[in-house]
């Protein structure tokens, strides 16, 4: 049985992201209408809130999130599932535009 409301796509797509002054970035592995996960360096803790820059042929989407998953491999974290706080219009048509991408191969 699928747990999950919308189907995630495969991506890889660099985004960027910033918690207090300190900028960081990461690689979206996959993505869907309410969430993505982030390859990243680091992760933030559970239910840490920011805002996701991800890059688009129109200029840079942005989109609020929350920490609700952490990955750790070996010793450290190196990814992080987020869930939308908001589902901006133009971030539905970007996921809509991957998916028939990923649909039309």
Known sequence: MNRRAHERIPANIEVKFFCGNTFYTGN???I???GLFINAQMAFPFDSKFELLIP?????LKVPVMVTRMVKSGSYYDGMGVQLLEQPKNYLQYVQHLRSAVTSI
């Open 56 to 60: 688009s042929s129109e200029g840079v």
């Open 32 to 34: 869907s209408e309410n």
């Open 28 to 30: 979206v592995v996959n």
